[in-house]
């Protein structure tokens, strides 16, 4: 690694871990003290492609142990070096393929490390969570890259002095106009027409905003794969995992960036076949590591009481699925109310002609209208009110007839005579009351 290549592409570390690169970069071969190397690996350089060197697997009984340890890059620099994703990837892969490994543990004790890299080993190791128990152990410090990676497996276990967190991506650049001018130096770049943005410098607004941008990206997929491996929010991250910061142990513990307190040989033993290859039941609250869940007892109650939003999120997803279908299943709404109105417009049409039929002949329009402007007035109703209407009609005729003959035309004495007009109007008065279903006294007619 360069000067030029370190301060040309955002880190995942803490700012004292970055520092030492820095200087192990300056010195050269500290650099490889810096990622943890042996001594006679300053010497031992291998060519590209040929440097991560895949060591046996470290197994204790069932468990692979895989070390996450020292400054950690994207490859390995020398033959040997285990401070890379490029090895971590390897032995990961290895152990998911081993028959004989139950379980898998990685020993986490970084400052952190490049990005590029990171995003596709933390996502291995998540996946490969749902194959085998995958656990975390941090006895000094998961930092940056460091949490990254170790907030992917399963649980987390921390020693009351763990260190972890320190979330978020670093960029450094360095303005080195002043040191030029005083060298007589004047750097001259020619950048494409097409592409402005390759000269961006920092020292101005404009270049400032577009490498903030770029950090901010990267700082987001960092936030969003920790919160995917602990089961938390993004926005729970953000607010409550240090906000760049660590915590310390149980601080860790309680904010849910670590799920308990336990020793080495304490989580290689919770690693193994019985441990649940899937996200912790448990969290927050200091607790030694002697939990063990086998799948087969694990009931919706549990799982509501542990992981509350994991049941949440089943709910959310099967409501969604009914939904869909319902949806599937239902009929051409707008077709089903086209048909509906098409029914309800027959249907009313042969309302009003039925009652204009019944009352046609009647002499009683004005109630005939009434009835047909009222949509809830059916055809029978209309009838029943149409008779009503025509028996009281023909009494008042009939009580008007009586009334008429009584006083224009008396009876004249002696049978046999022809009755008059009036009496004639009276009789055929009668005969309708009677054919409409009026009661008629004859004693009185």
């Excluded at 998961?142 to 967190?165: D, F, M, N, Q």
């Excluded at 020292?203 to 089961?231: N, W």
């Amino acid at each position: 690694m360069t000067l030029s290549q370190l301060l040309t592409q955002p880190w995942a570390i803490t700012e004292d871990g970055y520092r030492d690169a820095l200087l192990a970069v300056k010195s050269h071969n500290d650099l490889f003290r810096f990622k943890g190397a042996p001594e006679d690996a300053l010497v031992a350089r291998a060519p590209l492609g040929s440097r991560a060197t895949l060591d046996d697997l470290y197994v204790v009984d069932g468990v692979a142990v895989i070390p996450v340890v020292g400054g950690l890059t994207q490859f390995s620099y020398w033959s040997g070096d285990r401070a890379s994703y490029e090895w971590i990837g390897g032995q990961l892969a290895m152990a998911l393929d081993d028959g004989q490994v139950e379980g898998i543990m990685l020993v986490v004790d970084s400052p952190g490390g490049e990005v590029a890299g990171c995003e596709a080993l933390s996502a291995s190791i998540f996946e490969a969570r749902s194959v085998k128990p995958v656990m975390a152990f941090v006895p000094g410090r998961a930092a940056s890259a460091g949490y990254w990676l170790a907030s992917s497996a399963s649980r987390i276990v921390a020693t009351r002095t763990s260190v972890l967190g320190s979330i978020g991506i670093l960029f450094t650049t360095f303005d080195f106009s002043k040191m030029d001018e005083a060298m007589g130096i004047e750097e001259i770049t020619i950048v494409s027409s097409q592409s402005p943005g390759k000269d961006t410098d920092a020292s101005t607004d404009e270049g400032r905003a577009r490498i903030q941008e770029m950090v901010d990206a990267m700082a987001e997929v960092f936030i969003a794969d920790v919160a995917r491996g602990r089961g938390v929010s993004a926005e729970t991250v953000v607010s409550d995992f240090g906000q760049g910061w660590i915590r310390v142990g149980e601080d860790a513990i309680a904010a849910g960036m670590a799920d308990e307190l336990g020793t080495l040989e304490q989580t290689i033993s919770s690693a193994g076949a019985s441990a649940p290859a899937f996200p912790p039941l448990a969290a927050g609250g200091a607790k030694e590591n002697t939990m063990q869940v086998n799948t087969d007892d694990i009931t919706v109650e549990l799982l509501a009481e542990h992981c509350p939003k994991v049941v949440a999120a089943i709910g959310e997803a099967a409501a969604k699925k009914a939904v869909e279908k319902a949806k599937a299943e239902m009929p051409d709404l707008e077709q089903l109310a086209a048909e509906n109105q098409t029914k309800g417009a027959e249907s009313e049409r042969e309302r009003i002609l039925g009652i204009e039929e019944a009352g046609a002949d009647t002499g009683l329009d004005e109630l005939v209208a009434e009835l047909v402007a009222d949509p809830k007035v059916t055809v029978e109703a209309a009838k029943g009110r149409l008779f009503e209407a025509t028996k009281a009609e023909n009494k008042g005729r009939l009580d008007a007839f009586k009334e008429d003959g009584k006083e224009t035309d008396p009876p004249k004495p002696g049978g046999g005579e022809a009755p008059s007009e009036s009496e004639a109007r009276v009789a055929r008065a009668i005969e309708q009351a009677r054919a409409a279903g009026v009661a008629v006294d004859a004693g009185k007619e």
